[in-house]
């Protein structure tokens, strides 16, 4: 028979012989010391079934959430079986391929690290050049000199020196001259080439530093990974022929910011 302690709500089964005790009795709020504790009283035969229910529909829940659980696993034990079937299938019973169509198919790699220059910039070819601004107007002692029009719509020219040093064995341009065709007369003329320069110095161009020469005067030194691939190391060096870092070269400007020299090295 099932009880109910009336202080703690405790449910516990019992002879009706011999009533039951609260398990909980020492810890009941109120209870005077040498007070018996009250007895609990038993349920109605509504009540415990009631509370039967509750139970058994516990039991039946966990059970259900155990199949699915089970069923669950089931499948995914089945579909891995499945993929692994299929692979085998696939590696072990396929038609031959036909290896000697895929040793013919070529693919494109993309080139890693510096490349040589492609540009008419400074290190460019002398096709590069020619594709960009045409035939050159003068091809004087080895220097070749292209019309050329200044950012701010000014006339110029660019002369060209090429060098045999390239690292594929292309003459490349070592050294760039912009020029202002605008006279004193056509005042303002300076400034004419400032800016224009950024054109023709190689991509990944890094400025180092502004330097001082004795007789160049102010100029700015760079460095360019590209140029340095695009060249032997031995064609950078300074006016003394000392060897350079790599991928090194100058720029200057005169006084009138009206010509701009890009050279190899160092001064």
């Known amino acids: 028979m099932w009880y109910q302690c009336p202080q703690c709500g405790t449910r516990m089964q019992g002879d009706p012989r011999y009533p039951p005790i609260c398990p909980n009795a020492a810890y009941h709020t109120g209870q005077q010391f040498g007070q018996p504790p009250r007895p609990p009283f038993p349920l109605s035969p509504q009540s415990r079934s009631a509370w039967g229910s509750f139970q058994a529909s516990n039991r039946r829940q966990m059970r259900r959430g155990v199949r699915m659980i089970i069923t669950l696993y089931v499948c995914l034990a089945i579909g891995l079986c499945m993929i692994v079937a299929a692979g085998a299938v696939f590696f072990f019973w396929a038609p031959a391929r036909n290896t000697t169509a895929l040793s013919q198919t070529s693919t494109t790699e993309t080139p890693v690290g510096p490349q040589l220059i492609q540009a008419a910039t400074l290190g460019g070819t ?39 040093q390239g690292s594929d064995n292309q003459s490349r341009a070592y050294e760039i001259t912009l020029a202002s065709q605008v006279t004193l007369a056509d005042a303002p003329h300076s400034m004419t080439v400032i800016s224009a320069e950024k054109e023709f110095l190689p991509k990944d161009a890094i400025f180092l530093q502004n330097k001082q020469a004795p007789i160049e005067g102010a100029y700015r030194l760079y460095r360019s990974a590209s140029l340095a691939a695009s060249f032997s190391a031995s064609a950078f060096t300074d006016s003394a022929g000392k060897l350079v870092m790599p991928g090194t070269f100058w720029l200057s400007y005169n006084s009138t910011f009206d010509e701009c020299i890009i050279h190899l090295g160092d001064i």
Not at 130 to 156: D, E
């Open 126 to 164: 002398y096709d590069a050049f020619k594709a960009r601004f045409g035939y050159p107007n003068s091809s004087r002692g080895g220097v070749y000199t292209f019309p050329f029009t200044a950012p701010n719509g000014k006339p110029a020219d660019v002369s060209i020196q090429f060098s045999a």
